[in-house]
């Protein structure tokens, strides 16, 4: 749900055996569309739109005429 604190990019890199930056890569491009915010020093947080943003994401393209 919004405002659910997410696992710190550190944690989440050891996890999925990555590098941190890629964690903290895609954080930042989550935080464009609204799926996730940050709070500087304190984290990133689920969004208020990340329902939306991932609906939007995963929609069938309609098919145009």
């Given at each position: 749900?919004?405002?659910?604190?997410?696992?710190?990019?550190?944690?989440?890199?050891?996890?999925?055996?990555?590098?941190?930056?890629?964690?903290?890569?895609?954080?930042e491009?989550l935080?464009?569309?609204?799926?996730?915010?940050?709070?500087?020093?304190?984290?990133?947080?689920?969004?208020?739109?990340?329902?939306?943003?991932?609906?939007?994401?995963?929609?069938?393209?309609?098919?145009?005429?």
């Open positions: 749900s919004a405002d659910t604190q997410l696992p710190s990019v550190r944690e989440l890199a050891a996890e999925f055996g990555v590098n941190p930056n890629t964690v903290a890569r895609t954080y491009r935080t464009l569309d609204g799926t996730v915010r940050s709070a500087r020093g304190i984290g990133f947080f689920v969004g208020e739109n990340a329902k939306e943003a991932i609906v939007s994401r995963t929609a069938p393209e309609e098919a145009t005429a």
